[in-house]
């Protein structure tokens, strides 16, 4: 059997084109459109949510100055949790314009950036902890295995 590589290569493309931009599409507008019906973005459902992540504990560094970076940090969450255990040196990425906005309310450092370009642009940066708690599902194979190259 002859099987047309460019054809199929083309095909290929043309699906990941589609699947890009619908998810940039989902993620312009990702708290208004499917996150907000799930939490709550006021102080109440960051210390529910804070409360949820108390097993995480035993994971973190002892040393509160601890550079922390959390990729795909939504409203900031997990970075609201980690401010209130006494960590100092904390920053979340997110590439949800929504999602930045809330977390600054909410006087958190969430900057907007798609987790490739965010560590392409930072190689030289050191962290002593990275986060990903809900961003690799998000993203394709081929994503994952690039974010897991720039982690040493």
Avoid: W
């Amino acid at each position: 059997m002859i099987v047309n590589t460019v054809s199929s290569k083309k095909r290929e493309l043309n699906r990941e084109g589609k699947f890009m931009e619908h998810r940039k599409t989902l993620y312009r507008s990702y708290i208004s459109s499917i996150y907000q019906n799930l939490n709550e973005l006021s102080e109440v459902g960051y210390e529910k949510a804070a409360k949820g992540y108390k097993n995480y504990l035993k994971f973190l560094p002892k040393d509160k100055t601890s550079r922390i970076l959390d990729c795909g940090a939504g409203p900031g969450y997990f970075v609201y949790f980690l401010k209130k255990q006494g960590y100092t040196n904390v920053v979340g990425i997110d590439s949800c314009n929504q999602a930045v906005e809330i977390a600054k309310g909410m006087d958190l450092n969430i900057l907007r950036y798609d987790i490739l370009d965010f560590l392409e642009n930072n190689k030289s940066e050191c962290f002593d902890l990275i986060v990903a708690l809900d961003i690799l599902e998000h993203l394709t194979k081929d994503e994952v295995l690039k974010v897991l190259s720039y982690l040493e």
